[in-house]
């Protein structure tokens, strides 16, 4: 059933937008268009010092996700180390997901936790979820990630509905 709410909410992300930070090494200054001439922005020192990513992973990060304060993220990270999130996850969601540091934890990502837990979601694979499709917590939980449950939940119920009337007429 994940795999089909996955699919469904990440139909319109390209393959190349969700692996582009999955191989961070390969990736150079010089095509980032980042020109380091006076000193590395805030946000590039944020994403080396704070979240252990090479130069050219914060680069091209930068390039996303810009921010000239750390409240912000620091409190996305503080929200997601509170939910049980490793200083891994939390690396390789950032790396995948930039964007989430400009996110309001009590807002944004608050809300979508609290959904999945009342789906009887543990909360261990709560953060193997977000961890592998951290995108899904940049949707919309009225317009996109409720509406996909629905549909999923109710075409399984019409599946499991045709399998009993199948058995039944054989």
Known sequence: MLKIICRRNFASVSKLHLLQFHFCSSVST????????NGDPFAVTYFSERLGFSRDCAIKAYGLVKFRSS??????LAFLEEHGFSDTHIKRLIQRVPQLLTLK?????????????????SGDDIVKIIAVAGF???????????????????????REGCSRCNKAVS
Do not use: A, T
């Open 30 to 37: 010089s095509s980032s268009g980042y020109d380091s001439g």
């Open 136 to 158: 899904f917590m940049r949707r919309s939980l009225e317009n996109r990630i409720i509406p996909n449950f629905v549909y999923v939940k109710d075409m399984l119920e019409i």
């Open 105 to 121: 934890p009590q807002d944004n990502l608050l809300p979508k936790i609290e959904f999945l837990r009342s789906l009887g979601i």
């Open 71 to 76: 409240s912000n993220p620091d409190s996305v």
